[in-house]
């Protein structure tokens, strides 16, 4: 098995954290943590890359379906259809919209445990019921009923992988081999080295 240190998962700035002047601030809450930044680039996606990236896992349409319509009858409200697949096709018409309006920022990051980490520091898709201390708790605050009343996805500045599976497609769907570069960060040794020496004089 890999060591944990190799662990890669890919992190997006989307268009409304690109507009609200958080690069800075999402880069540094991932530099801090001890992750090591291996590929990063600005561009703007088309509509056909947004949709290759969110159905790159054929069962994401089913899933996020049966969440939505999950959500909505928890809030005992009554989803604009029983079935997933057609709840979804909306949900990706709007993430299309959303996702190509602007430049984003995509990176891999590399690090122990890199894909739980990142999914911890962005917090939970929603806004609303993102913890605090998470980028999607502490900066923005939209909702899926507002999102859903206004017709559009829900706006949570941060794309972040949900497995390691995920990472690995969805890195190769963002950056050819040659844009990632392997390297040595001093500070692995402290990280991850078994002994910590060569400190004192
Ligand atoms: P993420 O990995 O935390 O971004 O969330 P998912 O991979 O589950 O979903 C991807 C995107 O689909 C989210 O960022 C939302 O834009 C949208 N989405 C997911 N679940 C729901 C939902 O229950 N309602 C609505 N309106 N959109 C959703
Ligand atoms: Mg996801």
New binding site residues.
Partial sequence: MEHFSKERTLVMVKPDGVQRSLIGEIIKRYERMGLKLVAMKMLLPTEDHIEKH?TLDPN?MR??GE??I???KKKGQQPPSEDPLE??K???A??KK?MTSGPVVAMVWQGAHAVKIS?KI?G???PLSSDVGTI?GDFVLDS?QM??MDGR????L?????SPEEAENEIKHWFADNEIIGYRLVQEQILYDVNIDGILE
Wanted: hydrophobic share 35%; glycine share 8%; aromatic share 14%.
């Fill in positions: 969110y994401w899933i996020t969440k939505t999950e959500g909505y709840i979804t909306v949900v990706l709007n993430l959303y999914r962005v939970g898709t929603e999607r899926y999102s859903d996805a829900v706006r949570n941060i794309h972040a992988s949900g």
